[in-house]
């Protein structure tokens, strides 16, 4: 009976903690091939059913920045999930990507556009959750390759119109018959939903800022989004065509565009996913490898040392903000602080295998 009483235990205690979950995924040498990367998570690997959705990120942690201008899309090699590149460029190193995992699969639909559904550049979804909900469920999309094997260029949004909720190619090019989506709906257990819209007073260059209790000063916070044009009326009817991205500007997240030539335009509004950031997921970057820095604190100079070569360390403020970077080819780094002002630091250090982030003080 005791044994009985504590498998019901442990089984309540499992579907207690199930919910949805944001992966953070780093592209780096060993997991990126050409315009592919490898995604590497227990909830994913040889699950070709697995429902999920993605967006890039600047900078998880608020740290580690880097630019990503490319449309990417889901594409699961018969092993592994992958993110790849639409137009075969090749994946940028170093990107970051929010990779939301649904604990039901099915919060997560396929949809394919077909000619019964396209209309020019735009493709209806027929969903029970969707049709006749404005503003409704909350969405966000990914392009999704398997299908019908449909490579798609364009930066889509989503809109409500006669009942039904469809998606659109933002500059207008027509909708590739076969082209397939992943869409969430909602978001499951454990998971958050917001909007935000861009206003004067929340844009800055080419982002605009989130003011959210669920997302403030917490620079380990995870999300997807999506544009939805039109959800606030004639006011909100203002197309996008640009890769968007989250990032973390040290107090607040924002939603901002991969081209920095770019504006970001008033009165954009997006649906918001929240789900808490899976620590326990399987690690791109683990291995075998240790790193160690010392001394720590330390006043002029720290040395890093490592089981196998160092490529790149890369000093962050506290905020986020990249002071030092060097390249090194060696299993052991002296490096020059002596310049840097005194307080607390990040410092990563990447080597072929591994990347490991170390909290540094500076006397």
């Given at each position: ?17 199930a919910q949805d979950k944001v992966y953070v995924h780093t592209t780096t040498a060993s997991n990126t091939s ?188 995870t999300f997807v989004m999506s544009h939805y044009w039109g959800i606030g009326g004639p006011p909100t009817e ?55 820095m010392y001394p720590n604190p330390a006043k002029n100079s720290v040395t890093f040392n490592s089981t196998e ?55």
């Open positions: 009976m005791k044994t009985i009483l504590s498998f019901m235990l442990f089984l309540a205690c499992m579907v207690g903690l050409g315009h592919i990367t490898n995604l590497n998570h227990p909830d994913l690997n040889g699950n070709p059913n697995a429902g999920l959705v993605f967006v890039n990120n600047y900078n998880p942690g608020g740290i580690d920045a880097k630019y990503n201008n490319n449309v990417a899309g889901l594409w699961y090699d018969g092993v592994k999930w992958t993110i790849y590149n639409e137009d075969l460029s090749p994946m940028e190193i170093g990107a970051h990507f929010n990779v939301y995992i649904a604990d039901d699969p099915s919060d997560v639909i396929t949809h394919i556009a077909t000619p019964a559904n396209i209309i020019g550049h735009v493709t209806i979804m027929d969903h029970p959750l969707l049709n006749g909900n404005n503003p409704g469920p909350y969405l966000a999309m990914s392009h999704y390759y398997n299908p019908n094997a449909v490579y798609n260029t364009g930066n889509f949004g989503q809109y409500y119109l006669n009942g039904t909720r469809r998606l659109y190619d933002e500059n207008f090019t027509a909708m590739p018959e076969g082209a397939a989506f992943k869409v969430l709906i909602t978001g499951g257990a454990g998971s958050s939903r917001i909007s935000h819209t861009s206003t004067a007073a929340s844009i800055s260059s080419n982002y605009t800022i989130i003011d959210s209790p669920l997302l403030n000063d917490n620079p380990n916070a203002v197309y996008l065509n640009s890769v968007l991205g989250v990032w973390y500007t040290g107090t607040r997240w924002a939603i901002y565009l991969e081209d920095t030539a770019e504006a970001f335009p008033e009165n954009v509004a997006f649906d918001i996913i929240i789900a808490p950031q899976d620590v326990l997921a399987v690690d791109d970057f683990q291995t075998n490898v240790n790193i160690s070569n160092i490529e790149k360390i890369s000093i962050y403020s506290i905020l986020g903000n990249e002071v030092l970077s060097v390249n090194v080819e060696n299993q052991t780094k002296d490096l020059d602080i002596s310049h840097l002002s005194s307080g607390t630091y990040l410092a990563k250090v990447k080597t072929a295998n591994n990347a490991q982030t170390l909290k540094l003080i500076k006397q």
